[in-house]
């Protein structure tokens, strides 16, 4: 069984910082592309940030320059630097791996943690 548990959420006022982190636990091979989604209330899940095994990193236009995306693959986890953060950024997000275990490959996800911007 595997696991994807994120912590570092929480309210936080409009240019404000905060550090998401994404453990992966369980029966684990190797964790393919990372990433972090978000979805605001009304709105669709959406793609925040990706990290690929070697590092490289895709972002959404709309936080490009204040969000970075981090992995660190000893410890299976995945983290998420928010800076100059906006009300907009405002909801759940989620962590996102691609698992390969016993069972072959598939996608994992977390259970969400709250992310509050006050202006």
């Known amino acids: 069984q595997v696991q994807l548990v994120e912590s570092g959420g929480g309210l936080v006022q409009a240019g404000g910082s905060l550090r998401l982190s994404c453990a992966a636990s369980g029966n684990i091979f190797s964790i393919r592309t990372s990433g972090w989604y978000r979805q605001a209330p009304g709105k669709a899940r959406e793609l925040v940030a990706q990290?690929?095994?070697?590092?490289?990193?895709n972002y959404a236009d709309s936080v490009k320059g204040r969000f970075t995306i981090s992995r660190d693959n000893a410890k299976n986890m995945v983290h998420l630097q928010m800076n100059s953060l906006k009300p907009e950024d405002t909801a759940v997000y989620y962590c996102n791996a691609g698992i390969i275990n016993i069972a072959g490959p598939r996608p994992y996800w977390g259970q969400g943690t709250q992310v509050t911007v006050s202006p």
């Open positions: 990290i690929t095994t070697s590092g490289s990193q």
